[in-house]
């Protein structure tokens, strides 16, 4: 199906979305759906060679698209990168907060630098693309903010209490914003996944998959798509009155 074929559902013409961590994973995948939903995508990570496979492969699909290579723990890089999407664009539609890492260790052992390096990219970084992003959505009083957080924000997960807080901060994050820009008709929400198929669960034994997948009621873990579907849908007009949700995604892992 090319771009312009398809139901008006969830179509995102004319807009203009920029990913943050969309080099490989989730957040490539919400850059091609994003893409096939009509948006222009500006795709934003540190690896630059990933960031040219995933443009070339937008530009394959005849998607407008633009690579910058930016490390959201760094606010000179973040200033650069918007800068380049909006000389190239001129407005910034939807913002996907998607950049995260992880280090994890035993709260009791976890180095200082462990845990400002994790809340730095996964929270501090949203909050710097946030901020950039706003002037543009403000002026045209239009926005999306959709904010990826973890099913463990939800429900804890021992040896992980740095990425654990940095997912919870960016529900807080989601809410406060919500309540703040919601006038600006700025929508902000977050989507919370469970166990997905990435590079680094491919790298799990077959037991353990196996014993991941019994958790789940749905018996199976997540595909990227499976995200990127529920983003399309928060970024999409038929959204337009959903903000300061979360919307998990995780196969009934999390019920809460």
């Known amino acids: 199906m090319s771009r312009a074929e398809g139901s008006g559902v969830f179509r995102l013409d004319n807009r203009v979305a920029l990913v943050t961590g969309a080099s490989q994973g989730i957040g490539e995948a919400i850059a091609l759906a994003l893409a096939e939903a009509g948006a222009s995508v500006v795709v934003a990570a540190r690896n630059r060679e990933r960031l040219e496979a995933v443009a070339a492969e937008l530009t394959r699909r005849q998607a407008p698209c633009l690579a910058v290579a930016m490390d959201v723990s760094e606010p000179?890089?973040?200033?650069?990168?918007?800068?380049?999407?909006?000389?190239?664009?001129?407005?910034?539609?939807?913002?996907?907060?998607?950049?995260?890492?992880?280090?994890?260790?035993?709260?009791?052992?976890?180095?200082?630098?462990?845990?400002?390096?994790?809340?730095?990219?996964?929270?501090?970084?949203?909050?710097?693309?946030?901020?950039?992003?706003?002037?543009?959505?403000?002026?045209?009083?239009?926005?999306?903010?959709?904010?990826i957080s973890s099913v463990v924000a939800l429900m804890g997960n021992p040896g992980q209490a740095n990425y654990v807080a940095s997912k919870a901060g960016l529900i807080g994050l989601t809410r406060a914003l919500a309540a703040e820009l919601g006038a600006r008709n700025i929508t902000v929400n977050a989507v919370a996944p469970g166990f997905i198929v990435t590079a680094m669960t491919e790298r799990l034994d077959a037991d353990v998959v196996e014993r991941l997948s019994s958790r789940i009621p749905l018996g199976r873990l997540g595909q990227p798509r499976d995200v990127a579907a529920a983003v399309v849908f928060l970024a999409s007009e038929e959204a337009g009155y959903i903000t300061g949700q979360v919307l998990s995604v995780n196969g009934g892992l999390h019920m809460g």
């Open 76 to 147: 000179e890089q973040v200033r650069q990168g918007f800068r380049q999407a909006l000389e190239r664009f001129g407005r910034i539609d939807i913002l996907v907060n998607n950049a995260g890492v992880t280090r994890d260790g035993l709260a009791i052992r976890m180095k200082l630098e462990d845990w400002e390096a994790v809340l730095r990219t996964n929270l501090t970084g949203a909050h710097l693309c946030i901020q950039q992003a706003l002037p543009a959505m403000l002026r045209q009083r239009w926005g999306r903010i959709v904010n």
